[in-house]
């Protein structure tokens, strides 16, 4: 590449074989003019250009060595928990942005580099390659055909037809000891989703305050969590147990339960339903206390409490599970027993 | 070896570097490594941003990977409860599980730890995204035809399993959000006819959330579905390489070559420091936005939840499907099919299988059986583009759907009425956008048509003598002319001669029929407009010039 | 003196001397009976319960009823209580503009002393939560990750994990907490306004409360920190998604159009 102080010079000729002009003349003005000729960059022919780049990529190299030296320092020098404000960001972990950054800096600028450096001084010159066909030369397939033939017979399993059969039966039956193995992921389930713990006498244990409840403490228009008592947050089982017996309890005016089990089953009024949605399973709770809708913040099925709790909206194909309750000798609200259907989502037993 | 006077063409005199040259030989001796570098090192890749997409996933996908491992490192799968006591004021002493606990240890406790998280996390969803982008991109320029199908199958196989790997990642460090997440996966297990019940307990080891689903989440996220990704990857860039890239139409460009860069030097250049840029990108990112604050949701309990329950976008749609479902279910004979819940478990795979077998459907109306190396523009296939056009706007519909809680907050709409929305639109989006697809595919080829036969129109405007104003239109150059009219028009197929020599008649069967029927909804006049041919071109240039 | 003198004859000097005079029975007054202080007290009340009556016949009694027992377009208020006052009329709720879904927090046009002057007079219709105090909803001695199991359990359903608000039923909304004053967030849950379940100090004890006001206080307040970075509306998933989308694909594809586009040419033009 030859350093011209005037690279104008150097250019080359406007290329006139680009211009229309004569298409009508010719016999095909659709057919394929092929590749166009290679036309120059200014870093092809002016030298400063080329250096120019050259310097940028060299920039952007040096640039990323010295974010990674910035990663180090920032790893170093900040400590971990410590809070900066970044406008318009916010109140942010100092380290996090500084380590992000000066990584980010960091490897962006190699790449910037290296295809700043591959556009305009590696050559641009486009270059065809042929393609082959994919499928292989009728030679070759006949080949390959005659080999297998030759295979087969030799290994002479479609004579010995014993050996066939025999054999994939046991390479059929085997892969069966692998399904086997999987039994014990996990026990059968038997009738587990039927039942939770709660049963008669159990008091209503308000998750709040950890203490058993008392009709007079539930307000009508209130919302209230309850979990069966001696559930504790530190048990084994805690988990999978709330999972399944978790309760909300509201207080409607007796006249506006329309449903006259809800009625049967609430103590003045207070009614305990389960709070685990008929859906799928999400621990519904968004009660309108006006219009006594509980709504399902995954999926948005919507029960109405006043009335049995049946589906009003949405996805979920049956009413909550209502808990009978009243009121034991020493005035606490108390479970009569455990929830008469399956908690939760539907499934094929559930009948 | 005389390895001092090795004239070799491909390498610059000065840069001589016979060590480096022992060093080749060696591998070569062992590897065959000349062999391989003889086809490839020079291999041809055209240039072309939309050719980068995939590049975009391999490189999130490899970024995954490295910040998945060093992890790995930190992360207890366990779901044995622990009080918490890392330096998070606001969940000081709460329960959690240790696969919780460590994930709030590697986000405050490890310098650096955040970030890496954060960056797994971007870097994950940028991959998903990065992955349709990809596929729509095969899909719309016909990139799928031979031979590549298979290669096409590949990576719908990789977007589904990403998918799930995500899935089971988002869901480890069981905090409230993706607790709930693999709640709702259990209640959808549950539906499952016959063996809903046996799977979902043996998928969580008893009932749920029960103490083995993180630890068998992990193996199933860092292991399994990697492992088999890894292996589709490696097996769609060898397919990749095998096949050589496809092109645009354009002059010098056929169906038997492949115009571009050879891959050393430029495109090592450009790949190698697109990777580059690819993790830039995404470690500022990951500086800048925060990602699955999991401390802002705190530990998994299923009796809580928090509004705005949703899961990473890639699994939106589905999640769609289960909010607008009617909640139906039948009851009889002591059991009961949760269609609420089913339906929707079996439309999911439905929706992305329905883009799937796309491609094989199209090359039976076609019955085409040759490789096709020129990829499509949109416009000149209008029923594919249609389809594909249609099958986003369902899925989009979907991910409306999977939102409406959000909708409503930010849009002031009623969540019913959105939803509502959502359960129409499941089945006239997708027909209106189909038709208004075919509509401007159509009007697009009508103005190529036009551009082929008349020129471009310049904005001159000239008055001729007579007081006419007309605007000159420019003819196109050889190129311009070779690229709009390079692509080919397939004519429908007829269903065959009913009548052989003998006179015999036979029966026309029906799939034959529902062939001819697509075919003539293909190609039909209905739906392509005939490319301009060279007669009248040279009609219309030959006699009173431009209009 | 001589200037004063002069003004002795000003018209106002009656006023000026009588206003001194009264400042100084009263002040001797006050000095010499604070035995009598609850009453003046009383006194100061029912002037509040008067003008709280005033107030309210002009602002509130057409839909509330000319004695706050409700009418067709707005509920009774006997027994909502002072705090419930506070509440509405505090966080400019009520007056309410216009019928709709749910009625929006908006710029608060009474004065906090109308407003206790308002809450006064309805609280004299019955008995009611009355205006916490200080000690009730401020920080001291509040438990913050209590506070934050309390608000899983009992708020964020509605509310989200760290107070973003959320979508309910037929376009209502629970609203988002930031910057609401912890006062009102009190009040709110005292006495569960609109469609809110209100959560009594009998299930949801005054300590509770504190603890929730303190958690909301740190995860959602003005310094609250967002150690990852842009909270991106502590949305979840769907604003991370928009966000990788157009932001993290989006500059990405940016990027590919530059490694892929040509460089420019030379030309001679």
Redesign the interface.
């Known amino acids: 590449m030859s350093s011209q102080d005037i690279?104008?010079e150097n250019?080359?000729?406007?290329q006139d074989a680009?211009?229309?002009v004569g298409?009508?003349n010719?016999q095909?003005?659709?057919?394929?003019?092929?590749?166009?000729p290679h036309?120059?960059?200014?870093?092809?022919?002016?030298e400063q250009a080329a250096r120019r780049s050259e310097r940028v990529v060299a920039f952007l190299f040096t640039v990323s060595m010295l974010a990674t030296v910035g990663f180090i320092a920032s790893?170093v020098a900040i400590p971990?928990?410590r809070?900066i404000y970044v406008f318009p960001?916010?109140?942010?972990?100092a380290?996090?942005?500084?380590?992000?950054?000066t990584?980010?800096?960091?490897?962006?600028?190699?790449?910037?580099?290296?295809?700043h450096?591959?556009?305009?001084l590696?050559?641009?010159v486009?270059?065809?390659?042929?393609?082959h066909?994919?499928e292989a030369t009728p030679e070759v397939k006949a080949k390959v055909l005659a080999d297998f033939k030759q295979g087969a017979k030799e290994s002479a399993l479609g004579r010995r037809k014993l050996i066939r059969n025999t054999m994939f039966g046991a390479l059929a039956l085997f892969p069966l000891s692998g399904v086997m193995l999987?039994r014990d992921?996990?026990?059968?389930?038997g009738t587990?989703?039927r039942h939770t713990i709660w049963s008669k006498g159990k008091l209503l244990v308000?998750?709040?305050?950890n203490e058993p409840?008392r009709p007079?403490?539930?307000?009508v228009?209130?919302?209230?969590?309850a979990?069966p008592e001696g559930l504790e947050?530190?048990d084994e089982e805690?988990?999978?147990e709330?999972?399944?017996a978790?309760l909300m309890i509201?207080r409607l005016q007796p006249d506006n339960i329309k449903d006259k089990r809800e009625l049967e089953w609430s103590h003045e009024g207070i009614v305990a339903y389960s709070?685990?949605c008929t859906?799928?399973?999400?621990?519904?709770?968004?009660?309108?206390?006006?219009?006594h809708?509980v709504?399902c913040?995954?999926?948005?099925?919507?029960f109405d409490l006043s009335d049995g709790a049946r589906?009003i909206?949405?996805?979920?194909?049956?009413a909550l599970p209502q808990l009978r309750i009243g009121v034991n000798d020493e005035g606490y609200l108390e479970a009569l027993g455990d929830f008469e259907e399956p908690v939760?989502?539907?499934?094929?037993?559930?009948? | 070896m005389s390895n001092n006077e090795s004239p070799s063409s491909n390498e610059p005199r000065r840069g001589k570097a016979p060590a480096g040259e022992r060093v080749a030989d060696w591998a070569d001796g062992r590897l065959g490594i000349y062999g391989l570098a003889k086809a490839n090192m020079r291999k041809i890749f055209p240039d072309h941003w939309s050719f980068m997409l995939g590049e975009i996933c391999l490189y999130s996908f490899i970024i995954i990977i490295l910040t998945g491992v060093y992890l790995t490192l930190f992360f207890h799968p366990s779901m044995n409860e622990v009080e918490y006591h890392g330096s998070y004021i606001p969940l000081q002493g709460q329960m959690m599980s240790e696969a919780f606990n460590s994930t709030m240890h590697i986000s405050f406790d490890v310098r650096g730890g955040l970030l890496i998280r954060q960056i797994h996390h971007w870097a994950a969803l940028i991959f998903l995204a990065a992955m349709f982008v990809h596929m729509m991109r095969v899909f719309f320029t016909g990139a799928f035809r031979k031979p590549r199908e298979v290669n096409w199958l590949f990576g719908f196989l990789l977007f589904v399993l990403g998918m799930f790997t995500g899935f089971t990642g988002y869901s480890l460090p069981d905090d409230l959000l993706s607790g709930t997440g693999v709640r709702f996966m259990e209640g959808a297990v549950l539906s499952v006819p016959i063996v809903g019940t046996y799977l979902s307990f043996f998928l969580f080891g008893g009932e749920f959330p029960g103490g083995d689903f993180v630890s068998r989440f992990y193996s199933i996220h860092i292991l399994l579905l990697p492992g088999i990704m890894l292996g589709l990857v490696v097996g769609h860039l060898i397919l990749v390489f095998y096949h050589k890239h496809t092109q645009f139409a354009g002059p010098g460009k056929t169906n038997n070559n492949v115009v571009g860069m050879p891959l050393l030097p430029v495109y090592m250049a450009k790949a190698g420091g697109f990777f580059f840029l690819v993790f830039g990108v995404i470690a500022a990112v990951s500086a800048i936005a925060s990602i699955n604050p999991i401390w802002s949701m705190g530990p998994y309990r299923p009796d809580m939840v928090s509004t705005g329950a949703q899961p990473d976008w890639y699994m939106g749609f589905s999640e769609g499907l289960i909010r607008v479902m009617p909640g139906w279910e039948i009851n009889a004979w002591g059991h009961t099919l949760v269609l609420g819940v089913f339906i929707p478990l079996v439309i999911f795979p439905l929706v992305l299988v329905s883009i799937a077998v796309y491609p094989f459907i199209e090359s039976w109306v076609t019955g085409d059986k040759r490789e096709h190396h020129i990829l499509d523009r949109p416009r000149n296939v209008p029923t594919r583009t249609a389809f594909g056009a249609a099958w986003i706007s369902w899925y989009f519909v979907l991910l409306v759907g999977g939102g409406n809680d959000l909708w409503a907050t930010h849009f002031h709409l009623s969540i019913n009425a959105i939803t509502w929305f959502v359960r129409v639109g499941f089945f006239v989006v997708p027909v209106l956008v189909f038709v208004a697809t075919k509509r401007i595919c159509l009007g697009l080829q009508r103005r190529d048509r036009d551009k082929v036969l008349h020129g471009r129109e310049s904005g001159i405007i000239k008055r001729l003598p007579h007081g006419e104003f007309i605007e000159v239109h420019e003819p196109l150059s050889q190129d311009a002319l070779h690229t709009l009219t390079a692509h080919e028009q397939y004519v429908p197929a007829a269903i065959g001669a009913t009548v052989d020599e003998n006179g015999v008649e036979r029966k026309v069967k029906g799939a034959e029929k529902l062939r001819a029927k697509l075919s003539e909804a293909y190609y039909g006049e209905e739906s392509q407009i005939p490319k301009p041919t060279v007669e009248e071109y040279k009609e219309i240039t030959s006699g009173h010039g431009h209009h | 003196m001589k200037k004063l003198s002069a003004r002795r004859r000003h018209p106002l000097a009656a006023v000026v001397v009588l206003l001194l005079a009264l400042a100084a029975t009263g002040g001797l007054y006050a000095a010499f009976a604070p035995a009598s202080k609850a009453q003046a007290d009383e006194t100061a009340q029912s002037l509040a319960i008067d003008e709280g009556k005033k107030l309210y016949s002009v602002g509130c009694a057409s839909c509330h009823g000319t004695g706050g027992q409700g009418s067709s377009d707005g509920p009774s208020l006997v027994g909502v209580g002072a705090a419930a006052v506070d509440f509405q009329v505090g966080t400019g709720r009520m007056p309410a503009q216009q019928p709709g879904a749910q009625i929006p927090k908006k710029k608060v046009i009474y004065t906090q002393a109308e407003i206790d002057q308002l809450a006064a007079y309805i609280s004299s219709l019955g008995a009611g939560p009355s205006v916490p105090t200080k000690a009730e909803y401020g920080p001291d001695g509040a438990d913050i990750a209590k506070g934050g199991e309390l608000f899983r359990t009992n708020c964020a359903q509605c509310h989200n994990f760290t107070g973003k608000g959320g979508a309910l039923t037929h376009g209502k909304f629970a609203p988002d907490l930031e910057g609401v004053a912890p006062k009102h967030i009190y009040e709110a849950m005292q006495t569960g306004p609109q469609n809110m379940p209100s959560f009594p100090d009998t299930t949801l004890s005054e300590k509770n409360k504190k603890d929730i006001i303190a958690y909301l206080n740190a995860v959602n307040g003005d310094d609250t920190e967002s150690p990852g970075g842009l909270e991106l509306g502590g949305l979840g998933p769907v604003s991370e998604g928009l966000f990788a989308w157009v932001f993290g694909l989006g500059a990405l594809i940016a990027v590919a159009v530059w490694v892929a586009a040509r460089t420019a040419k030379a030309k001679k033009s």
């Open positions: 690279p104008e250019l080359p000729a406007e680009h211009g229309a298409v009508a010719e095909d003005p659709f057919a394929d003019p092929g590749l166009p036309e120059h960059r200014v870093q092809d022919i002016d790893y971990h928990d809070a960001i916010g109140h942010i972990n380290l996090n942005f500084a380590l992000g950054l990584l980010g800096l960091a490897l962006f600028s190699i790449g910037a580099g290296a295809v450096w591959a556009r305009t590696m050559s641009d486009e270059i065809a390659d042929e393609r066909a994919i999987l992921l996990g026990p059968l389930p587990k989703l308000n998750m709040n305050t409840l007079s403490d539930v307000a228009g209130s919302l209230t969590f979990k947050e530190h805690f988990q999978t709330i999972a399944k978790a509201v709070k685990i859906h799928v399973g999400c621990p519904i709770s968004l009660y309108e206390q006006q219009t809708h709504l913040p995954c999926h948005q099925s919507t589906v909206f949405g996805p979920a194909g049956h939760g989502p539907a499934f094929w037993e559930r009948g």
